[in-house]
């Protein structure tokens, strides 16, 4: 079945530094990549949408320059905190889809930590 | 944008009995797609069922089953013979195009 690899699984940074987070579809060509946020206990929050070669689409809220959404190829998409604070810490979800309306394929996540 | 309700924050079930999630959607869309997926303690999102809004035949995988309701907007899960490893939280899904939303979920625990 497709796979979605989102790395790392874990990162620990200081409050100001950027983090980079990698979501990679290993076995098919992912032309919308979704990334979301979630709480402890809460639903996954949708930030924004991106489809390869193109700007991300931003949901309501959601600070385009301090969620740096980067789709440069079918099998890539990056989400970069930049200077992060302690409130960014969360996990981050990534999904992809290849045909439209197929179901999302979802990386393991990743759990930020900002000190 | 499409909104998609879960009125169950928490349900229970005795091993092997059947439970019910509900799930109501609400869009202006004809065509769409509507998921389940299961969240148990690991965190990964695991697909449990899908339905096509143009299919009137509900879907049904193994001891999962939906009733979709596409008039009332309604997209229930029913799952039979509950077993322990079914406890996690269960998301209702609505796809279209670039739009992908979930409800808040529900927390299913199945009692031995």
């Known amino acids: 079945g497709a796979v979605v690899s989102q790395h790392p699984s874990r990162v620990i940074c200081k409050s100001g530094t950027s983090v980079k987070i990698e979501c990679r579809s290993l076995?098919?060509?992912?032309?919308?990549m979704f990334w979301y946020r979630q709480f402890p206990k809460k639903s996954l929050m949708l930030m924004a949408t991106s489809n390869e070669g193109s700007k991300a689409t931003y949901e309501q809220g959601v600070e385009k320059d301090k969620f740096l959404i980067n789709h440069a190829s079918l099998t890539l998409s990056t989400l970069t905190v930049t200077s992060a604070h302690p409130e960014d810490s969360s996990f981050y979800i990534c999904s992809a889809s290849a045909p439209r309306n197929s179901p999302l394929h979802f990386g393991n996540g990743t759990r930020l930590t900002v000190t | 944008a499409q909104t998609v309700t879960q009125s169950q924050p928490e349900m229970s079930v005795q091993e092997a009995e059947t439970v019910t999630l509900s799930c109501t959607y609400d869009?202006?869309?004809?065509?769409?797609?509507l998921f389940w997926y299961k969240q148990p303690p690991s965190r990964q999102m695991i697909l449990v069922i899908r339905?096509?809004?143009?299919?009137?035949q509900n879907a049904t995988e193994n001891r999962f089953s939906v009733n979709f309701q596409k008039a009332a907007k309604s997209f229930s899960l029913k799952i039979s013979d509950s077993q322990l490893g079914d406890t996690a939280m269960y998301f209702c899904a609505f796809h279209n195009n670039n739009d992908m939303r979930f409800g808040a979920g529900t927390r299913l625990t199945v009692k031995p």
């Open positions: 869009t202006s869309e004809n065509n769409y797609y």
């Open positions: 076995d098919f060509q992912a032309t919308t």
């Open positions: 339905q096509e809004a143009y299919k009137q």
